[in-house]
Nanobody, 124 residues
Framework: QVRMVESGGGRVEAGASLKLSCAAS????????MAWFRQAPGKEREFVAG????????SYADPVKGRFIISRVNVQNMAFLEMNSLKPEDTAVYYC?????????????????WGQGTQVTVSS
């Protein structure tokens, strides 16, 4: 059974940095396209960043480009999201997600496994 566990969330002030971690177990990590999503209260879950199977390619949502960095370490079965210059509008529950297969995933429905989420709160 595949399990994804996020950690590293917290409450920070605007301009600060946080690094989220996602530990995967129970499957073949190298077969997963990994991504981070977030969901703010009253809003839809949205894509934040994605990283390809080897880590060679990344993709970012426009609001986080230049501030967030996604990475993965396959030998550790882990993915990370480094968040810099945080803004109050980054406040949300952050989820890591895995998409099985060789195709670059599209939206939320293309992901097979999800973590339980970690809260990030940014105060102004």
């Amino acid at each position: 059974q595949v399990r994804m566990v996020e950690s590293g969330g917290g409450r920070v002030e605007a301009g600060a940095s946080l690094k989220l971690s996602c530990a995967a177990s129970g499957g073949t990590f190298t077969s997963y396209f990994m991504a981070w999503f977030r969901q703010a209260p009253g809003k839809e879950r949205e894509f934040v960043a994605g990283v390809s199977w080897t880590g060679a390619r990344t993709s970012y949502a426009d609001p986080v480009k230049g501030r967030f960095i996604i990475s993965r370490v396959n030998v550790q079965n882990m993915a990370f999201l480094e968040m810099n210059s945080l803004k109050p509008e980054d406040t949300a529950v952050y989820y890591c997600a895995a998409s099985v297969g060789s195709k670059w995933p599209g939206g939320v429905n293309d992901y097979d496994y999800w973590g339980q989420g970690t809260q990030v709160t940014v105060s102004s």
